[in-house]
Nanobody, 121 residues
Framework: VQLQASGGGLVQPGGSLRLSCIVS????????MAWSRQAPGKQRELVAR???????DYADSVKGRFTISGDHAANTVYLEMKSLKPEDTAVYYC????????????????WGKGTQVTVSS
């Protein structure tokens, strides 16, 4: 299973970015997809998560500004980020809980390599 994130970059404060992540491989089912981030010198934090058929949840720091959505048919998850702040600067990682095709019916977490988001004037 591989996860490939894209869409990061440099944006001014108050700007917007949209991250995308495609999950590929021997997938039977994706139980959940999520985005986490890690800023320099800080611990990795969960930003947003969406369960298959469930309601998204968000970190308090991004509520009202970020929106996570998933296209389960395309095994893709998006993170729409608006009103970006310098403190949103971090490497953003997509991850997913995946049940492998032909294996045991157990969800395993897989992570992508991350994409850099820099918010600066």
């Amino acid at each position: 299973v591989q996860l490939q994130a894209s869409g990061g970059g440099l944006v001014q404060p108050g700007g917007s970015l949209r991250l995308s992540c495609i999950v590929s491989g021997s997938i039977f089912r994706i139980n959940a997809m999520a985005w986490s981030r890690q800023a320099p010198g800080k611990q990795r934090e969960l930003v947003a998560r969406i369960f298959n058929g469930g309601t998204p949840d968000y970190a308090d720091s991004v509520k009202g500004r970020f929106t996570i959505s998933g296209d389960h048919a395309a095994n893709t998850v998006y993170l729409e980020m608006k009103s970006l702040k310098p403190e949103d600067t971090a490497v953003y990682y997509c991850h997913a809980e995946v049940v492998i095709a032909g294996g045991k019916n157990i969800g395993v977490d897989y992570w992508g390599k991350g994409t850099q988001v820099t918010v600066s004037s």
